[in-house]
């Protein structure tokens, strides 16, 4: 009989504390996400600020580590597999850079960046439509069976010299946008691949809190006006992930730390806006 009511006794304070838990996490997750008060509020002073914004913000700011990545190290033969065909190259080492080189192209090679080129491939839309670049450069990245990790859906921009296919890393589900593909495809297939890989290592110390997007808006919205170059803007994406900052530079072991960072993207400008998600300052890549 005590033995019955000893098991009846555990299993209600199981129960209680499955209840407390869940309730713990419901509290956690309502302070890590937006309200829809605070998506009013930052859309209406971006308005009367000359800021108009189409595109969803993201509510979750759930903790976030750092991300550990290193610098990569490549064979020859590698490299000759995934660029050039197989075909073998000739190597020049100058400073930091090694250019890679046949008679149809080149690869320079310069820490984590790589820059391809073929010069065999013209300038030219011709008859390429948006969806052929994409399935063309789609084609290169599947072709590297991994070797640069995982990636997410392409951004496709239209150019003078052909169309420009952008991919950005994903590790976890977590975008990571100091690992990028940026290939440039002509009516003649790839022209040009400009690049920068850090393979992932792991995550590094303990989750930090996150500014919300409202915050990194704000942020954002200082740093526009203060430059004076327009009166209005449209912001058409923003987004959270990983990227080097300031404080990214490579230890004596060859490791290098992203933060989280938000990069928010106008119409009107090339290059997005970049915030720490950990400190909420601006701050500008080289």
């Known amino acids: 009989m005590e033995w019955g009511n000893a098991k009846k006794f555990v299993i209600v304070l199981l129960v209680i504390i499955n209840v407390v838990l869940a309730g713990l996490n419901y509290r956690q997750r309502q302070e890590n996400t937006m309200t829809s008060a605070q998506e009013r509020a930052i859309f209406e002073v971006l308005s009367q600020n000359g800021i108009t914004m189409y595109t969803e913000l993201p509510t979750d700011a759930a903790s976030m580590s750092r991300l550990e990545v290193e610098l990569p190290e490549y064979s020859k033969e590698t490299l000759e597999r995934l660029f050039f065909g197989s075909e073998k190259t000739t190597v020049t ?12 192209a080149s690869l320079v090679l310069d820490g984590a960046h790589g820059l ?141 730390y992203l933060d989280p960072c938000y990069r928010i993207f106008l119409m009107e400008e090339e290059e997005p806006y970049l915030v720490n998600a950990y400190t909420c300052q601006i701050f500008h890549k080289d």
Not at 94 to 104: A, D, F, P, T, V
């Open 93 to 104: 080492v100058k400073g930091s850079q090694n250019l890679y080189r046949n008679e149809h």
């Open 116 to 256: 391809f080129k073929n010069a065999t491939v013209e300038s030219g839309k011709g008859e390429l439509t948006k969806a052929d670049a994409q399935r063309e450069a789609q084609k290169f990245i599947d072709g590297t069976e991994h070797f640069f990790g995982t990636y997410e859906e392409p951004v496709v921009k239209e150019e003078e010299e052909g169309f420009r296919v952008d991919f950005y890393g994903v590790h976890k589900r977590e975008n990571v946008f100091a690992n990028y593909f940026s290939i440039l495809v002509t009516q003649d297939g790839i022209k040009e691949i400009e690049f920068e890989y850090c393979p992932v290592v792991n995550y590094s110390g303990e989750k930090r809190e996150l500014a919300f997007s409202d915050e990194a808006l704000l942020t954002f919205m200082r740093e526009w006006k203060k430059s004076g170059t327009a009166e209005q803007a449209t912001i058409h994406r923003i987004e959270l992930g990983y990227d080097k900052t300031e404080r990214s530079t490579a230890s004596t072991d060859g490791a290098i």
